[in-house]
């Protein structure tokens, strides 16, 4: 969860990420993205595995606007759906620096995890 | 009633300031969605409520949090203030005292009047403490501060009673101001079921002594009566003073 007190936390601090609020950042890392862009680039970065609703989505997103991780974009409407205004969102520094060091984490851990011929080899 | 409508209905599951900040969006990607895929199929709608039952919730008890924690900040402020005018009517209390001292040794006292004047410069001394208690804020919490309270309230109650002549205002800032102040202190700080009872034990408690100390009216007019013997009174003007003073119906009273 998104901790408190933003300005003296380490991103270690936050560390592990709820599923959810990864994902959310993982894809926010390609750049600015209105929601729905978001839930699309979370379905496709989790191959169908993790699909988001509009209220875990946005619920998430006031969490990590608010745990400064993440900042509103100017609203616009968006060329390819030229349809509405939306609200666009991108990372902030401590935001990228966040889902970084969740990146390195969880890499550590699919490391070990091929150390211990858990994952990588194929059953017998 | 078109699938739009009745997401819009299911918004209202949302706490209303994130329905606010976020609600057209919510729409905005529900209606990508519904673009997408096939809003007559059951999975659809499973999927739909899913999100809000998992979501919503969360998003309320988050409200609750920030709004009880908006209200016990507001509390604390009152608490302080509340603090430094129970300091200020100890202070008083005590000095009303003396004076009521001073007025009474001018004349015989009897012991219960020395007793009640005691009691009442006790109860301001506790009322002082509470005041301090709060405002220092010990680590004990706020246990010192209410039994000082109680102590202040049984103080006054036993003052009442042996000296049943107390002013109004007295019995307002002696019974009234501790009432509230422990109101304020059993107050809980989270929503839960001990507190609430607390709150009504603590009302049962603090408000029986005043009931308890109004019933100590005396029960013969002998007292009154010899307060008004020496003054240059009417007999009808004795009798105005010393009457309020019977509780007993039909009793006579015999002026000397």
């Not at chain 1, 900042?71 to 060329?79: I, K, W």
């Amino acid at each position: 969860m998104v901790a408190k007190g933003r300005a003296t936390r380490l991103p270690e601090a936050y560390l592990p990420l709820p599923p959810a609020t990864f994902h959310i950042l993982f894809a926010l890392a390609d750049g600015e993205l209105h929601g729905y862009a978001i839930m699309k680039g979370v379905a496709v970065h989790s191959e169908g595995t993790v699909r988001l609703g509009p209220g875990t989505l946005y619920g998430s997103l006031k969490r990590l606007l608010a745990g400064g991780l993440v900042e509103e974009g100017a609203e616009r409407a968006d060329p390819e759906r030229g349809d509405e205004r939306r609200r666009y969102y991108r990372l902030t520094p401590l935001g990228l620096s966040v889902v970084r060091a969740e990146a390195r984490r969880l890499d550590a851990m699919v490391r070990a995890a091929r150390r211990k011929k858990l994952i990588g080899v194929r059953p017998a | 009633m078109s699938a739009e409508q009745i997401y819009r209905l299911l918004l209202r599951a949302y706490p209303p300031d994130f329905r606010a900040e976020y609600g057209r969006e919510m729409v905005l990607l529900f209606r990508d969605q519904c673009r997408e895929r096939d809003v007559r199929t059951l999975g659809f709608w499973a999927a739909v409520i899913c999100d809000v039952a998992r979501s919503a919730p969360a998003l309320r008890a988050e409200a609750w949090r920030v709004r009880g924690d908006e209200n016990t900040r507001t509390l604390e402020v009152i608490m302080k203030l509340a603090a430094m005018l129970t300091l200020l009517l100890g202070v008083f209390g005590i000095a009303s005292a003396v004076v009521e001292w001073v007025a009474g040794s001018k004349g015989a006292m009897d012991g219960r009047y020395v007793l009640a004047v005691v009691l009442g410069v006790f109860a301001s001394v506790l009322l002082l403490g509470a005041g301090v208690a709060i405002l220092l804020q010990t680590r004990w919490g706020r246990q010192p501060a209410r039994l000082v309270l109680f102590a202040s309230l049984a103080s006054m109650a036993a003052a009442r009673l042996l000296f049943p002549w107390m002013s109004i205002f007295s019995q307002l800032v002696g019974f009234g101001l501790p009432v509230t102040l422990l109101i304020a202190l059993y107050w809980p700080r989270k929503h839960s079921a001990v507190g609430a009872t607390s709150i009504v034990l603590m009302l049962v408690v603090g408000l029986s002594a005043p009931a308890a100390a109004a019933q100590a009216k005396p029960r013969d007019t002998t007292r009154a009566a010899a307060t008004v013997k020496d003054l240059a009174l009417t007999a009808t003007q004795r009798q105005s003073f010393v009457r309020p003073y019977s509780v007993m119906e039909g009793v006579r009273i015999v002026m000397p």
